[in-house]
């Protein structure tokens, strides 16, 4: 009956011991009065916390060359010894020293968690008037510090790519990639975003202590618009364009009018009747050929570009021609 309670005992204690989360080796210096009594409270609450206590995290010349870091404040030295030479998980240092000699009622404790690959989180508390149960409270609240400032009761996200998005956590703007964030456990909800547009999203599930890298599919972002399309315009034919500028031509017509006029009034006088009259304007007939003459040139080339600025279904427009008689100008067109 013995040995089966002590198979039951030795069978329960494995289950618990491979229940447990990460091994965290405990190490304790200082003055010998308070070793033991930091020792045992900093195990305690490192096994309620659900660690499991390394029985002996470092070698005898280890733990020798770690405590030699710590005279000569080397922490690079204590960290490559912990990250190279340590058999658990993490390890807690903590130095304990009275202050003003072994009578004192007043110690320091300064207390270190080393994380292999990350840098140590130190803290440290005074305690005054240092009593058992004043001392076991400091040496908790220490011990609870550091580990806060650990992270190790959280999840940490990494999101590295794509670089340069906006990562919104739970709704929250909370930086832009790449990004490490330290994440309570349980479900989170992450999108990506650029310019307001998200191109992408993921929920996931995290629990104490996990490093999640974040991997999401990214969406081409599409330009928004706003309002109708706009209306695409034909190109426009020969048809289509815009008419040429009638000033010119105008004025040429007005002008060959005038100069047409002009002409006809000299020619007239030139040839009025009465025996005396042709000496009064003896080349007026002459220079009002000339004048009629360079009249209508001005007024034919004022209509033919009238004419073609006009479109080719509507054609209507002044006309003049010379004659030997004379210059003939009406209008032309479809009626």
């Keep these: 009956m013995r040995r089966v309670e002590v198979a039951l005992a030795v069978l329960v204690a494995t289950a618990r011991l491979a229940a447990a989360g990460p091994s965290v080796g405990v190490v304790v210096t200082g003055d010998p009065a308070l070793q033991n009594k ?13 660690f499991a206590v390394a029985a002996k995290p470092l070698s005898t010349d280890a733990l020798k060359t770690l405590t030699n870091c710590f005279v000569i404040e080397d922490m690079a030295c204590a960290r490559g010894v912990v990250e190279h030479q340590a058999t658990s998980d993490f390890l807690v240092f903590v130095r304990a020293d009275l202050v003003g000699g ?10 270190y968690w080393f994380l292999k690959d990350r840098d140590a989180v130190v803290d440290k508390r005074n305690c005054k ?37 906006i990562v919104m956590l739970d709704g929250v703007n909370v930086g832009v990639t ?4 330290d994440v309570p456990p349980g ?11 998200t191109l992408g999203s993921v929920s996931i599930e ?12 990214i969406k081409s972002p599409t ?3 706003t309002g109708p399309a706009p209306a695409i315009t034909p190109p426009t034919g020969p048809s289509e364009r815009a008419p040429p500028s009638r000033i010119v031509p105008g004025l040429l017509i007005v002008a060959g009018l005038g100069a047409v006029a002009t002409g006809a009034v000299f020619v007239y006088y030139g040839h009025k009747n009465g025996p005396d ?59």
């Excluded at 409270?41 to 659900?50: K, L, P, R, Y």
């Excluded at 479900?187 to 547009?197: F, N, Y």
């Excluded at 995290?206 to 599919?217: C, I, L, N, S």
Aim: glycine fraction near 10%; include cysteine.
């Design 277 to 335: 009259d042709p000496l009064i304007y003896p080349n007026a007939t002459k220079q009002g050929a000339i004048i009629a003459g360079v009249g209508g040139a001005v007024l034919i080339t004022g209509l033919v570009l009238w004419w073609h600025g006009t479109a080719a279904s509507s054609q209507n427009g002044p006309t003049a021609a010379l004659t030997p008689g004379g210059t003939i100008v009406g209008w032309a067109g479809h009626f």
């Design 178 to 181: 790449p990004l490490e964030q």
């Design 187 to 197: 479900k989170h909800d992450i999108a990506l975003v650029r310019d307001g547009t």
């Design 223 to 225: 330009v928004a618009t």
């Design 38 to 50: 930091v020792r045992a409270q900093v195990t305690a609450w490192i096994q309620q916390h659900g």
């Design 102 to 111: 072994k009578r004192s009622k007043e110690a320091n404790l300064v207390a």
């Design 206 to 217: 995290t629990k104490a202590g996990d490093v999640t890298d974040v991997k999401m599919p």
């Design 129 to 165: 008037p240092c009593a058992n149960a004043v001392l076991a409270q400091t040496t908790t609240d220490l011990i609870a510090a550091i580990y806060d400032e650990t992270a190790l009761a959280k999840a940490r996200l990494k999101i590295a790519d794509p670089p340069g998005l």
